[in-house]
């Protein structure tokens, strides 16, 4: 097993258990505890994990994804940044499409500037906020699940096959030093994973929070987007 495969296994472990003990991930990959140790110390430096007296887990940032609200707080300055260097792409009479990250509903303000723009998004707080700017705005219907704004599973997925758009403004949770985009949702990644699939444009909104990180599930490489913005 390489070492990009044990640290999978690791995460994928605590992904289900949310705790690990150095002895039982040691047993279980079959490798050293020191070697276990400095899979742990790595993980810990990207901001995978979080090692504590008797073990390791997950911090709160990865093992699940905060609110909508809670995240559309967090470095505002950096993503009304990101929005306007973003701001670029848009053109009059184009179809876009906005994911449910609170990353690029900063982009709304801008959007609002253009005329004939039809928005597409599955967050119901970024369609709300997208019609009181005078936005023509279609929400993707799906589940709320857990009374989350962000609308997914089998309807939404349904609803994205037969759409098609200019454009897609995206973000995720972690961008790793090899250029993986990723994030820790699975439901989510993939409904981004079928947007990607219906735009003709694709791209990529990243502030500094997550850079240099790793989450479960992989969305796509940098290098398979058509622009990446950077705070």
Avoid: W
């Avoid at 899979?39 to 699940?64: I, K, N, Q, W």
């Avoid at 179809?95 to 982009?107: A, K």
């Avoid at 973000?171 to 949702?185: K, R, T």
Wanted: aromatic fraction near 6%.
């Amino acid at each position: 097993m390489s070492r990009t495969q044990r640290q999978e296994e690791i995460l994928q472990h605590l992904h289900r258990e949310r705790f690990a003990t150095v002895r039982e991930l040691s047993e279980r990959t079959f490798i050293s505890p020191s070697s276990i140790r400095r899979d742990l110390a790595e993980l810990e430096h990207r901001g995978l994990v979080r090692r504590t007296h008797g073990g390791v887990t997950l911090p709160e940032t990865v093992a699940g994804v905060a609110s909508f609200q809670k995240r559309k707080e967090q470095n505002v300055q950096g993503k009304r940044l990101l929005a306007k260097k973003a701001a670029r792409f848009l053109a009059d009479g184009q179809s876009i499409m906005l994911d449910s990250s609170s990353t690029v509903s900063f982009l709304l303000p801008y959007i609002a500037r253009h005329s004939g723009i039809r928005l597409f998004t599955n967050n119901l707080s970024t369609a709300m906020d997208a019609i009181a700017l005078g936005i023509d705005t279609c929400c993707i219907g799906g589940h709320a699940a857990q009374g989350s704004v962000v609308l997914g599973g089998p309807l939404a997925c349904q609803a994205m096959e037969n759409l098609r758009f200019d454009t897609v403004f995206f973000s995720s949770q972690s961008l790793d030093e090899e250029g993986v985009i990723s994030d820790s949702c699975e439901e989510e990644n993939y409904l981004r994973q079928l947007m990607l699939r219906r735009a003709s444009r694709k791209i990529f909104l990243c502030d500094r929070e997550k850079l240099g990180k790793r989450s479960l599930h992989t969305l796509c490489r940098l290098d398979q987007v058509d622009e990446a913005v950077f705070e």
